[in-house]
């Protein structure tokens, strides 16, 4: 059972619950029929019994017309199942039994441990002359000068069993259909009654998507306040997230100012001095736009991500970067996976794609391959991740030149254009998605650059 499953947890209790609750009162109702079923037959038995009591209890009547009224061919046939028998247990040992126990003999139950009742009976089980099981019931009688006698009559047991076994036969049966139609029944409850949370799942996905900013609709009581705190928490996130973007942005014009003027000033002095200002001056510029950025797309990655499509955007990349580099011949194929979706902004994902593709174009003595793949999820329950993997076939790096190129503002060669950023704003952006960057070795002879980044 996980534990995360509330359906689970619910319908195996239930299941549980069912199951023990019609065995025990299937086991009760058995034993009460049994019961049942013995009383009854120990009725006739008795009935036997008492008709034979009041035929011994009658010498004078002729020996052809004792035991007649029993009534019962059974007794008549031979070992049938049925038999009666009267043994004097007085100094005159006589045993007189019917003709269906033939030449056999009746053991006494009292040999057999069964205890007197109330009544004066013994009652129980023996077998039979045939191995049959027999029900018994016995009773010593005492006529005084007409001696001592123990009467006994047994009937074929297995009438007993086969009542008791077509009545469990019929009750599993029906307490498995019923069984089954509980079961079905908890299922549906289980599933209606956990719908509202499924749907409230299912809208703050939305929510994470993009699809919507709010928990819309009616729920129920029980859940209802869990609905309003979530969207109270949205709206004081978003409040949050505002406030800190007005501050930045206050505090980027507050600073654009300034610097505006000591470039000015700069620029009107030519000397190393002014040269210098110039240049730490236009680093700072760097950085607050730098820094801006990521704290606009942290922003708007804190609030709600919106679903970009992956192969239009690397297709319009692809023919941009053809146009840049048109003069140096590059060959750029994309093999991209239609259904590649990103759970971020277009613009930030052709920020990082782009780096990379251009960075590739630059170092490439001929050919640019990308490949955009969707990949299952590692763990159970969380999104796909998107990889895109971008390969080029120039000199490549060493695993101490790619540690250094990661780092903001390094550069390798600076014969090529570029500030030497482009790489660690990737990396930046990618950590801000819950992304990575990895370089590595291209199959190609160059530098293979993997981007992974949140699927859907």
């Known amino acids: 059972m996980r534990g995360s499953s509330l359906a689970t947890r619910l319908f195996l209790s239930a299941t549980a619950w069912v199951v023990v609750i019609l065995l025990i ?6 034993s009460v029929y049994r019961n049942a079923t013995e009383r009854a037959f120990d009725r006739r038995l008795n009935l036997y019994l008492r008709t034979l009591i009041a035929e011994v209890a009658t010498p004078d009547e002729p020996p052809e017309q004792q035991f007649q009224s029993l009534g019962e061919p059974l007794f008549e046939l031979p070992l049938s199942g049925w038999y009666w028998q009267i043994v004097r247990t007085d100094e005159k040992a006589e045993t007189r039994a019917s003709r269906s126990l033939w030449d056999k003999k009746l053991p006494k139950m009292e040999d057999e441990g069964a205890e007197l009742t109330p009544a004066g009976i013994r009652l129980g089980y023996i077998d039979g002359p045939e191995g049959q099981s027999l029900r018994v019931v016995e009773r010593p009688i005492d006529l005084g000068a007409d001696g ?3 009467v006994s009559v047994a009937g074929d047991a297995s009438e007993i069993f086969d009542e008791i076994r077509a009545f469990d036969y ?10 089954i139609v509980l079961l079905l029944t908890t299922i549906f409850q289980v599933r209606f009654g956990l719908a509202p949370l499924k749907r409230i799942s299912e809208a703050i996905a939305d929510i994470r998507s993009g699809r919507a900013e709010r928990l819309e609709g009616e729920f129920p009581v029980e859940i209802a306040p869990l609905a309003r705190e979530t969207n ?13 973007r007005t501050h930045v942005g206050n505090l980027a014009h507050a600073i654009k100012t300034p610097l505006s003027v000591i470039l000015n000033e700069a620029s009107a002095h030519a000397n190393p001095f002014a040269s210098k200002v110039l240049e730490q001056a236009d680093v700072m510029r760097n950085q607050v736009a730098h820094h801006l950025e990521r704290a606009r797309i942290a922003a708007r990655v804190s609030i709600v991500a919106t679903i970009t499509e992956v192969a239009p955007a690397i297709e319009a990349l692809r023919r941009t970067m053809e ?7 590059i060959t750029i194929v994309v093999k991209a996976d239609p259904s590649a979706k990103f759970r971020g902004e277009r613009q930030d994902l052709e920020e990082m794609a782009g780096n990379l593709v251009d960075n590739a174009c630059k170092w490439a003595a001929s050919q640019v391959l990308i490949e955009v793949r969707v990949e299952p999820p590692v763990v ?3 999104a796909p991740r998107l990889r895109i993997v971008v390969d080029d076939d120039g000199r490549g790096l060493s695993a101490a030149e790619r540690a250094q190129v990661s780092r903001r503002g390094q550069r390798l060669d600076e014969s090529k254009p570029g500030s030497g950023l482009g790489l660690s704003i990737v990396v930046d952006l990618a950590s801000l998605y819950g992304g990575s960057l990895v370089l590595g070795d291209a199959p190609i002879g160059g530098l293979r650059a993997e981007l992974v980044l949140p699927g859907i």
């Open 323 to 329: 146009k840049i580099h048109r003069d140096r011949r």
């Open 170 to 179: 019929y009750l599993g049966g029906t307490f498995t259909a019923l069984g």
């Open 148 to 150: 001592k006698f123990l």
């Open 380 to 382: 159970s329950g969380t």
């Open 25 to 30: 009162t299937g086991v009760i109702l058995s």
């Open 232 to 244: 109270a928490l949205i709206d004081a996130n978003r409040e949050i997230v505002e406030r800190a």
